[in-house]
Structure formats: C-alpha cells, structure tokens
C-alpha cells in the first residue's frame, strides 16, 4: 500500500487532514523497549503550528491516544496503534477550491487520480498533517535507535536566501532558527508570499556494512522515506550535487586507522559507498519548496467548466513550513535506520 513503508519494521499512516482524526500503526517493533511519553510530547511539539508568526494558525493538541502495542510503558510485541483526534478543523475554507486546484498543490492530481472523489479539505490526505503520525512513529524509533548507541539529529541550513553554514559560531542545532531567518519569514509573509528552506540530517552511531547495493541501498532506502513528507523536492547525500564540480582528488575520502577502526579522514561520501555505510556518519540534506499557499491571486483552471480562473487562497497557511518539518526528516529516517538496523 502507498501508505506504508517498511520491511521488518512495518509503519502504515491513515487519516486525513480534516478527518475525524489520523493515527499511524508500526508493526515489528521489540518487545519490551520503554517509551518515554514526555519525549513524544516533546518530540510532536516541534511539528505543532499554532506557536508563533511564521506557522499556520491551526492549533492542535497532538495528544496520541495509545490503542495497543504499549503495556506498562513497554512495547508488548504487538502492533503500536495511535490516533489522533482533529478539533480545529475548517472544512469550509476549501469549497470553492473543489473544482479549482491550488497551483503547486496535489489538488489537481488527486483530482484525477482519485476521479474527483478525493477529499479536499486541507489537501486530505495528502497534507502536510499526515507528518504527524509519521513523526509519532519516529520518536518511538528513535527512542529504540537511541539504545542500540545510534543517534539522528537535523538542522536548518537555510530558510530562503538565509544561509547559516555548518561550521560557524551561528549555527543552529535542534530545530531552531536565526534571527535573520525569521525576518526572511516574516518579511516574505507581510508581502503576502513564502519561502523554502534546506535542512541537513545526521546519523551517527550506525556501523559499517549495512545496506544492500542496486535497489536495497542505504540512499534509496532514506529517499524513498523523505520523498513521502510534503514539500520535498531534492535529497542530496554527503557532498551531493557539489560533487560534480569537483575533483576526485577533492572529493575521495582517505581511509586512515583509529585505534582498532577503520574510518576516513573526511566524510564527502556521507557515510555511504557502494549504497552501504562505512561507519562514519550518514550525512544528507533535504530541500522544500516554498509553501504553495499564498493570499495573492494565482490563475488556475476550473475543472468542470474548463475555464481559466483567478484563484485567491483562504484559510491558514504556513509562510514557511521548514520549521516545523525538522521533526519530519528525522522521523523518516528513524524509521528506515530502525527498520534496517532490525534487518529489514
């Protein structure tokens, strides 16, 4: 099913944006791993909108309710079911856009992939929404992850033209932004348009050796989970796409010991050669368009009368979503990293 994902480790996500509510159930997990709850409460904080200038005014509680999977704080060998109940939710923001897709939406192709009976409100699901049991998912994988000595941790490169290099003083770890970077967001917001951002990932912990060649590869593997949260559009692993402009005698990484382990002097490969991990760190980098709900006026196409029309946008849209999608690229690769680490 094009909702689920995984091998050993199997995470199947349902529900809708303004659906009564949406949940996720991961099938696989090790009996017995404590859950800690007030970190997934932590955890689902940071996908939250509601907080602040530069995310959508949609408000949530994002409380799961646990139906099975979790006895006594433990998983119990069964699949983990969690829902969560939509409240704030405003179906009428989206009926006039019944038969006029957004630009840069999945309006248009659901429409016709789904003949027209696909549900609309808040992009069903294909919402940005459906983040949320994703990220349940991740948290409880991390949790696990995080006692096998494998750790996943991400920040913001750059929001718009606002970049903040890796290497500097400036550089903002676990979910935060600059100052500068909320003035591009707040300022691309007041003139009634938005921005997208880069967001860079890092694994470490993982040893070397897993990971298939051709299609079973640690970045296929990692993509394909990426690919699945809105707005994605370009996943690049170590040196990525600068790579092609450079040298190989700038780009190899030099083998060298330490100790009693094999490990390379610099890490341009991100951790990954042959599609498999070498034990340094998997490094990549995810890009997200900007958010395609802007109040100006777009031309569309009505899909009943074939007619062009002006579009003008209602309801509560996110300037910038790569905030609140920090949480999501680590929960997509938690859940790969754990499904394969499992041997999936």
Not at 144 to 159: F, P, Y
Not at 232 to 260: H, I, L, Q, T, W
Request: charged share 20%; with cysteine; hydrophobic share 35%.
């Amino acid at each position: 099913m094009s909702s689920s994902i995984g091998n050993k480790l199997k995470v199947q996500i349902f529900g809708q944006s303004h659906s009564r509510g949406l949940g996720v159930v991961i099938d696989g997990l090790p009996a017995g791993e404590k859950i800690d709850m007030e970190l997934v409460h932590e955890f689902l904080q940071h996908r939250a909108g509601g907080k602040n200038s530069w995310s959508t005014k949609r408000a949530e509680p994002d409380v799961p309710v646990i139906l099975s999977g979790i006895k006594n704080d433990k998983t119990c060998g069964a699949p983990l079911c969690a829902v969560f109940e939509n409240t704030d939710i405003r179906e009428a923001d989206y009926e006039t856009l019944r038969f006029v897709p957004r630009p840069s939406h999945a309006d248009y192709t659901a429409y016709v992939k789904h003949s027209g009976q696909n549900d609309i409100s808040g992009g069903g699901h294909f919402s940005g929404r459906l983040t949320l049991p994703l990220c349940f998912a991740g948290i409880v994988c991390l949790q696990v992850l995080e006692r096998k000595g494998v750790t996943i941790d991400a920040r913001i490169c750059s929001i718009g033209p606002v970049i903040t290099r890796s290497d500097s003083d400036e550089a903002i770890q676990n979910y935060g932004l600059s100052e500068q970077m909320i003035e591009a967001i707040e300022k691309a917001a007041a003139e009634g348009d938005s921005l997208g951002g880069l967001i860079e990932c890092v694994v470490s912990g993982l040893p070397p050796g897993l990971g298939d060649p051709i299609f079973d590869n640690i970045e296929s593997r990692l993509a394909y989970a990426l690919f699945a949260i809105p707005a994605v559009k370009g996943v690049e692993f170590g040196k990525g796409f600068e790579s092609a402009g450079m040298r190989g005698s700038e780009y190899n990484d030099p083998f060298c010991k330490e100790g009693d382990r094999i490990k390379t002097k610099t890490n341009n490969a991100g951790g990954i050669l042959g599609g498999i991990t070498n034990g340094m760190p998997v490094v990549f980098r995810t890009a997200f368009k900007p958010t395609p709900s802007i109040p100006g006026p777009q031309q569309s196409v009505n899909l009943v009368t074939g007619e062009e029309e002006t579009l003008i946008i209602e309801g509560r849209h996110d300037p910038c979503i790569v905030p609140r999608a920090v949480p999501c690229v680590v929960s997509a690769a938690a859940v790969t990293i754990l499904d394969i680490v499992l041997g999936g």
